[in-house]
């Protein structure tokens, strides 16, 4: 109906439900109903545009976390099953596919490097829109249904404006390197201009600027569709605008259609931080294995522009800081695997601040515990004090203080029920204590927490983690003898 975004990511989610869906039906575990969901992604992807390297790429990049060699070949399966019915169904009638490309020629490597800054640039501008538009949406506090409306009329606006906004755009990419300038703005209202070199350019640098409001008004409006198509056109559209130009100051013997397949793979790089897959996808899809020292230049460079700006993908960072994927950073992996709920001593020794020094005394005798909580009679944390702080008043180096308030200390930090282990561990760093108090709504005590617990439970996950690690490593030796 017009989104101006493409199909492939719900042919990946669609994929990854199916998986899913019979992993549960069947009962299996975490593992292997996360390779079949990442297996059915990787069907949709290299059954939509014929690349079963490319979905496979997409997965390790994208999808899952510490592969290892035996699970390649499930996820191997899927995209040849993918690759091999959209061919027989398809008759080769994939997305797009390029003929018309040259030979890679290494004295056109400076465009390339050019081409990967431009394009790092545009697709960090490419994110930044994207963010501009969620944030604008989420102000507004629209109903699911008023924000379709308002979308659809922003989408419709600039579709009419510049109809290569139109759907995914293929079409636009592949008239461009064809040479088929006349199709790109046919359409449009300026084809009442005269066209020339430079109208063309200024139409296709608006496209481009454009095309990332289009797309996020499309996602982030109710539309189901993703960055996929998007990232790919806005990079072809990128290539020719710089083909053209090059082509009007004094170079025109330049390879125009490896310029487009090259940008391509760097937007796509980019924006969704899957440098392999763009590298894999572009060859694949045009034949253009001999173009893999261009893809990979512009792929990587776009890919380290990208990264220097957010280490993690924009649209995956949220979820990272929850703790709900997991990035590259192991450690943090396994303490997000952690609940800081296990590790609170709910049993913790309180005294109520309303005692008599003697009575604390007779408490102290018959508890196990090396630190108190003070609290009041609503359970409001007051203060805490540890055993080195009463030891000097049982062996009479000190006078008995008169009341408990002058033997216990406010917490140097308090740790609330929600917080998650990683920020609890820097808690503890940055105030050099063992041991904190847990406090609920209004400051309430609910127990103490101490930073041995929590590394306890780290070494033991860890453990658990290193064995599998092991025995998979054990039996794939095996097979392998």
Known sequence: MGGSAGLESPTAVTGSAIGSNYAQTY????????????????????????????????????????????????????????????????????????????????????????????TGIYARYFVIISQKVEHYLKKLSLSRLRKAMLGGAILSLLCVLFPPLFGEGYDTVKASTNGNTQAIIENSFFRYFEIKDWTIILFLLLVCLLKAFATSFTILSGGNRGNFAPSLFAGGTVGYIFALVCQQIVFTD???????????????????????????????????????????????????IAKWFSPISPELKSMADQGKIFTDKHDRNILFALHSEDFID????????????????????????????????????????????????LFGDHDVPKNIGQIMKAPAAVIHKEDKPLEILQVFDDTGFWNLPVVGEHNRFIGFISKSSILMGYRQLLKRVLRIVFKRKKITKLVKQ
Do not use: H, W
Request: hydrophobic content about 55%; some cysteine; proline content about 3%.
């Open 27 to 118: 009962r299996l575990g975490y593992k292997e109903r996360t390779l079949l969901l990442a297996a059915g992604a990787i069907a949709g992807i290299a059954s939509a545009f014929n690349a079963p390297i490319a979905g496979i790429m997409f997965a390790f990049e994208i999808l899952l976390t510490g592969v290892v060699f035996t699970d390649f070949i499930p996820l191997v399966v899927a995209a040849v099953c993918g690759s091999l019915f959209s061919r027989i169904l398809l008759q080769e009638d994939v997305l797009f596919r390029f003929y018309t490309r040259e030979s890679f020629n290494y004295r056109n490597v400076p465009y390339y490097l050019i081409l990967g800054i431009v």
């Open 254 to 304: 330049i390879p125009v259609t490896n310029l487009v397949l090259v940008v391509m793979a760097g937007a796509m790089s980019g924006v969704l931080y899957a440098p392999l897959t763009a590298i894999f996808l572009i060859a694949e899809s045009s034949l253009g294995y001999d173009l893999f020292i261009p893809l990979m230049i512009a792929s990587v460079i776009s890919y380290l």
């Open 346 to 393: 709910y049993n913790s020794q309180v005294i109520n601040e309303n005692i008599s020094i003697t009575e604390m005394f007779e408490l102290f005798k018959k508890s196990n515990k090396n630190i108190f909580a003070v609290i009041d009679d609503k359970r409001t944390l007051r203060g805490m004090f540890s055993i080195d702080d009463i030891r000097r008043y």
